[in-house]
């Protein structure tokens, strides 16, 4: 079945500092994938989509692009400020649903 | 204002006990969704519904039962009720056919 792979569990950086956060996937297919991004208290909130049209999202200044020789979908910003805490989700879904699945999280605290 | 509304926020259960889990969504999706979140697996998706039909259920258990009285509703259900069944639980929407999946607040379930 459909797998999403994220291995940094958690992430510390200081404000201003360049965030990666590894995603990689496995289908029989090409996939829609998305990054969530999950605030304390609050459900999962959809930052980032990529389709295979697409390749690339860019969203309030984080960026992922779609890799299908990697199957990787990582998740970069340039300059990480404090309210960018929270865990950020990678996920997938086949075809035109809802069902997501999605990857384990990395929780992400950014000290000021 | 949240469009997907959860009542209630927080609920602590006895051991083989009964509870349901209201959903309302005000964005005039026609597929709903449930996905649970605990500390075993951040987030797994366990049904889908669409125009008020069971599309898809990732649920082995019987236990959970989905019921949709209105287009905007789906509640969660949830009978003999365990304390492995502590999670937080999800209710979700999207437009059929599209792929943008908007989550509730999520109603966390304690049961002792």
């Known amino acids: 079945g459909d797998s999403v792979t994220q291995k940094q569990g958690q992430v510390t950086l200081s404000e201003d500092d360049f965030l990666f956060i590894n995603c990689t996937y496995s289908t029989t297919t090409y996939p829609t994938l998305f990054w969530y991004v999950q605030y304390p208290g609050q459900g999962p909130q959809l930052l980032l989509k990529?389709?295979?049209?697409?390749n690339k999202g860019i969203s309030r200044g984080f960026e992922a692009t779609y890799d299908k020789g990697t199957t990787s979908f990582h998740l970069q910003k340039a300059s990480v400020q404090e309210s960018d805490s929270a865990v950020y989700f990678c996920?997938?879904?086949?075809?035109?649903?809802?069902?997501?699945?999605f990857g384990d999280g990395t929780v992400l605290t950014v000290k000021p | 204002d949240p469009k997907i509304i959860q009542k209630p926020k927080y609920l602590v259960a006895v051991t083989g006990s009964e509870k349901i889990l209201i959903c309302e969504q005000y964005l005039g999706h026609n597929a709903m969704y449930w996905y649970r979140q605990s500390a075993k697996k951040p987030l797994e998706f366990m049904f889908s519904?669409?125009?008020?039909?069971?599309?898809d259920n990732q649920t082995a258990s019987s236990r959970f039962q989905p019921q949709s009285s209105k287009k905007n509703h789906l509640d969660l259900q949830i009978t003999a009720l365990k304390p492995d069944d502590s999670a937080t639980y999800f209710c979700?929407?999207?437009?059929?056919?599209?792929?943008?999946?908007?989550f509730g607040k999520g109603t966390r379930l304690t049961v002792v």
């Open positions: 519904y669409s125009y008020q039909k069971l599309m």
């Open positions: 979700a929407s999207s437009q059929q056919g599209n792929t943008e999946v908007f």
């Open positions: 996920a997938l879904v086949e075809g035109n649903t809802g069902k997501l699945t």
């Open positions: 990529v389709t295979t049209a697409n």
